[in-house]
């Protein structure tokens, strides 16, 4: 199946695909569009869209994208619950958590865009790698209660 989102990916637009290849589609297909193009691309390409005005799997509720997407899909796992919580808090700027980890997620997406990978591809495929790690240690966490 293909997703759209908007270009120039940060953190929620990171840490969706990366759920949804996951939890939600294996064989997902990613496209990166201005956020105006995004409704008019999605209906030509039959994507799915996600972390732009309007669409379903966006921002409500002041819950981000990646909690839209958790709820949906109905993916019950305690370190995906902690995980939406630290990208929610590094996503949005009226955080409901306080999670102390989500400053410092911010920052590494910010910092990916600092790195001149090609686009944002690019940076999906480098990027998986910290959401792989932040889940492991949600995991972990999740044990330790």
Known sequence: MK????????????????LIRKFVDPKAEFLFVPAEKVPEM??????IPFDAPGVELGHHDGKCSFEAIVAKYHIHDPAIELLAQIVH??????????RPEAPGLKAI????QKLGLK???EI????????????GYCREKVLQK
Request: net charge negative; hydrophobic share 40%.
């Open 89 to 98: 808090g590094a996503d949005v700027q009226s955080d409901l958590y306080g």
């Open 42 to 47: 999605a209906e030509k390409e039959g994507a």
């Open 109 to 112: 997406a910010e910092g990916f």
């Open 119 to 121: 686009n944002d591809h």
């Open 3 to 18: 997703w759209i989102t908007r270009e120039k990916v940060k953190v929620d637009r990171v840490a969706c695909p990366w």
């Open 124 to 135: 999906l495929e480098k990027e998986f790698i910290v959401y792989d790690a932040l889940y």
